[in-house]
């Protein structure tokens, strides 16, 4: 089973968008329309500094989110706490919390319901419940089935679950609305490897070197295929590119293994 983790969370829609949708929702007490359209602007405002914020410090942001939301920020500053949550590392009660703002959604804001469930698969994903991750990204992609980004989210939890047909599915349609995507087709030669058809895993990570030279991804993956095939020499090569490229971080760690376990294997 491979194990795949997603490198950043990521905001599942435009920002703009749920700034917009949820505060719609947040602050709809009584009041005049100019009275409203202020409290608004400023409530907006807020928002996204909080979001921003979330990314860059999500620690700092948390505990912001947390007085604005006594101060009666309401779904907006929850929100941004789980999203900041996100940020620590507190992967399974940020994807709790947003499975719950979902659920606080009302069924004319759909899109925002959405919204929010994939962000919470984003957080499950990152805990390791893959399964619970592809659960949610169906409803979801069964509301967007040319969505891109939802497709491979999804192929990415289906990869994790072993189920490969199922992924590559899934990332047949996110490569042809973005086909210059080089993580993508990594993530479909990976899968064609794990099914034991190393012809098209070959194909995608010769697409994938062609789009970049320079990606480490491509060429470890290459020098697995080749390690595969029996070709050793072929395989160092590929591994030593990587550390070329990338010596530091996973990618660096994996082909500094391999070329380990090539050594111990002559």
Known sequence: MMRIIPKIPYQAVNKAAVILAVLGIGLGQPGTAAAQSDDAAGQSALYDACLTQARSE?????????DWHKAGGGLPARHCAAVALLGVGAYEEAAARLEK????????????????????????????????????LSLVVNVHPDDPQLRADRAVARLSLGDYWAAIDDLDIAIEKMPDDVELLLYRASAYRYLEVPALARDDVARALARDPNAPGAWLERGILERQAGDKAAARRAWIKVLELAPDGATGDAARARLEALDVSK
């Open 58 to 66: 999500p620690k700092v942001a948390y505990e912001a989110a947390l």
């Open 101 to 136: 703002l979902a659920g606080e959604v009302p069924d004319s804001r759909l899109d925002l319901r959405l919204g929010l469930i994939a962000q919470a698969a984003q957080g499950w994903m990152m805990s390791g419940r893959a399964e619970r991750a592809e659960q949610l």
